[in-house]
């Protein structure tokens, strides 16, 4: 078979494995044979850049070409929907309809109301063509490199007989399960924990990296089919028709012609939605003909012929018994209210955050208070007010602790910052523990053949005091009788083995304060060893984009702590990677010092992260997208016309391959 046949065969075969597994929940493969489909296919691709295809099922993997986001004007605007709260309303919307439509018979289509992000999506010819975000309702952010990777949002169209051009709109959702999962690792961390759902999702989706995105794992529901071809002239039917076409649509719909169904719809889902995998926030009912919603029409904000009815934010009232105190590995001390166990939107809740001092100080907290406690899209608790008529007279004001609950030490509280830090870095356990544990993560120096409780025995064990200490390990302390010698080994291996992980990790691993991974990856870049790093003055280190004054005086406050500098003296002694890898450093340049470079099209000699990787190296920045502030455009072939005309508008010059390997290489 031709290979240029044999791409079109498993394009269609695997978008269609897509479609069974992620649409229908149905598998007729086997992961291997999947990924081995896949594999085939890339490397087909890679032998044809002439056959490039934006909706092949390769591209649903993302790049982390950030292409910026160019703006896109949408053909219909995107509205809202007006809200209602309770059955009073919703009938007061249902009469208004009855008397618009003159008395005329009508049906409700009762959806549920999803809490994502809406999306608009453009097919043509059955295929994806643009994914648009709602932006301010007439123009939103072109997104369609990330909406690709969402699994459940075909590519190309699996069913037959839908209209040559049409929209489909619908709402981008972060599963409960992926947000879960997130938030775990990012409190394993200590990293802030994502609100809700709602925020993730559209964090995700408006990131600039879709490789990030497709790792997120987000999910759609499509509610909307426009167009001039629309089959239909009935709202539901024409959904149905979109699920045939192969489009993710909500199994919770249901068509109704009475007050009554619709209240019934409301009742059921109030309870069922706990259930479901993805947050929703209400019901949406919409006039569900065509002809009828044409006749009510819109008012300047939303429809006339829909609304929305929100859940109430399960809200319940419970007695605070005591507060205690959780310490970080930054040594923040954080408040929690220890409440009698209540039952909140399906799961027993027993505490809450109280975030720091003035938080309580602004609900006047006392102990034995009753106070409420919602769960809105927030996976964790919150109390939102106290019941006044029910404070004992005698109750006391809650007052926050002024030593560290852990290790006694007198608490500080930085100016300008609302929590309380334990100072005592050094001989606070869970700061100790934390550090550890931070250092270990998969992140930092992945050693995985130690966890959480581990690091909890070794260290009660008194093995471990500091990271320093666990190089020190040996086998024999970790299998006293001999008995563990197996694990004990890989242990030690697994410790061992985290020598090869590169300078940049290592440096986050070391958990200097606000040095995140991305900050710690400039910093290497920048200064490209630990030696340079920790000579590095004030002005020094903010001359490093990225790094600002708070990342810097912290840089500077580590490397001051003369128990910090033994050791990193220690973790050199050992052998951990205290600079770039020379094969970074190899073929360093300055060439493309200060320039802005766009990357675009398909290449033949590198790959586009190599070429990334290429102008970093010679002192060059990559940008996603072309401006006036583009030095120029590294250009392979099947570069987009629109960015072409928009290279030629601004006169921004357009470099082959070819000239600019020589311009590196010369
Ligand atoms: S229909 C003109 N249906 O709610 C009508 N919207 O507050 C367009 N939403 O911006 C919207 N689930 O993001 C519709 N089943 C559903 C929905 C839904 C969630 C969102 C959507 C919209 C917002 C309006």
């Not at 919307?93 to 003159?102: F, K, T």
């Not at 690792?185 to 994502?194: F, M």
């Not at 012609?257 to 209400?282: K, N, Q």
């Amino acid at each position: 078979m031709e290979e240029k046949e044999q791409i079109r065969k498993l394009r269609t075969q695997l978008h269609d494995y897509n479609y069974r597994y992620y649409v229908l929940n149905r598998s007729d493969v086997t992961d291997e044979e999947f990924d081995r489909l896949m594999h085939q296919l890339q490397e087909l691709e890679a032998r044809h850049p002439e056959l490039f295809d934006p909706n092949s099922p390769t591209q649903r993997v993302g790049s982390d070409l950030s292409e910026g986001f160019s703006q896109v004007t949408h053909r219909y605007p995107m509205l809202s929907l007006a809200n209602t709260y309770n059955e009073e309303e919703v009938a007061g919307w249902y009469e208004n309809i009855r008397r618009d439509l003159g008395g005329e018979p009508f049906e409700v289509c009762c959806e549920l109301k999803y809490d994502g992000l809406s999306i608009s999506l453009t097919y043509e010819e059955g295929r994806l063509l643009r994914a648009v975000t709602r932006g301010d309702g007439t123009r939103g952010d072109d997104v369609t490199a990330n909406v690709r990777t969402i699994r459940t949002i075909p590519l190309v169209l699996p069913g037959k007989g839908y209209p040559h051009q049409f929209e489909i709109r619908g709402e981008v959702l972060m599963p409960w399960s992926v947000f879960e999962e997130i938030n775990i690792e990012r409190q394993a961390a200590e990293e802030p924990l994502l609100a809700n759902p709602r925020n993730a999702a559209s964090g995700t989706l408006k990131s600039l990296d879709s490789r990030l995105v497709a790792r997120r794992h987000l999910d759609a529901y499509l509610y909307y089919l426009l167009g001039d071809e629309v089959p239909f002239d009935g709202h539901y039917e024409n959904l149905q028709a979109a699920r045939q076409w192969g489009f993710p649509i909500s199994e919770g719909m249901q068509k109704v012609d009475t007050l009554e169904d619709i209240y019934r719809f409301i009742a059921h889902w109030e309870t069922a939605r706990h259930d479901l995998p993805v947050a929703t926030d209400g019901i949406v009912l919409k006039v569900n003909s065509g002809r009828q919603q044409r006749t009510l029409g819109f008012t300047a904000k939303s429809p006339r012929w829909a609304i929305a009815y929100k859940f109430k934010a399960e809200r319940v009232c419970t007695r605070l018994n005591d507060v205690s105190y959780q310490v970080g590995r930054t040594g923040a001390v954080t408040p929690v209210a220890n409440m009698d166990a209540v039952l909140l939107a399906g799961t027993t809740v027993r505490r809450a955050t109280l975030n720091n001092e003035d938080f309580i100080r602004s609900f006047d907290l006392h102990l034995g208070d009753y106070v409420y406690v919602e769960k809105g899209g927030e996976i964790i608790p919150k109390i939102v007010g106290v019941d006044l008529t029910r404070r004992d007279a005698a109750a006391q004001p809650v007052k926050f602790v002024d030593r560290c609950p852990e290790c006694g030490a007198q608490l500080v509280r930085y100016d300008g910052e609302a929590a309380h830090y334990c100072p005592n870095d050094s001989g606070c356990p869970p700061q100790i523990k934390g550090r550890i544990e931070h250092f270990i993560a998969r992140r930092a120096m992945n050693i995985d053949s130690i966890g959480p409780e581990t690091v909890d025995e070794y260290y009660r064990r008194g093995l471990i005091h500091n990271i320093a200490d666990l190089y020190d390990i040996r086998i024999e302390q970790i299998d006293g009788d001999g008995s563990r010698q197996k694990s004990a080994r890989k242990i030690v291996n697994g410790i061992h083995a985290s020598l090869a992980v590169p300078f940049e990790r290592v440096l986050f691993a070391l958990g200097i304060r606000f040095v995140g991974e991305t900050s710690a990856r400039v910093l290497a870049r920048h200064f490209k060893s630990m030696d340079a790093l920790m000579e590095a003055r004030l002005d020094e280190l903010l001359e490093v984009e990225g790094v600002g004054r708070v990342i810097a005086e912290s840089i500077i406050r580590y490397f001051r702590n003369p128990d910090n500098r033994t050791i990193v003296e220690r973790l050199r002694g050992y052998g951990l990677q205290m600079a770039l890898a020379t094969s970074w450093q190899q073929g360093l340049t300055h060439r493309l010092e200060g320039q802005n470079i766009v990357i675009s099209g398909v290449f033949e000699h590198y790959n586009r992260d190599q070429y990334k990787a290429l102008i970093e190296q010679h002192g060059g920045k990559n940008v996603g997208s072309i401006s006036s502030k583009t030095s120029f455009i590294l250009a392979g072939a099947n570069m987009g016309p629109a960015k072409l005309q928009k290279a030629e508008q601004l006169g921004i010059k357009v470099m082959s391959e070819d000239e600019f390997l020589r311009l590196i290489n010369d």
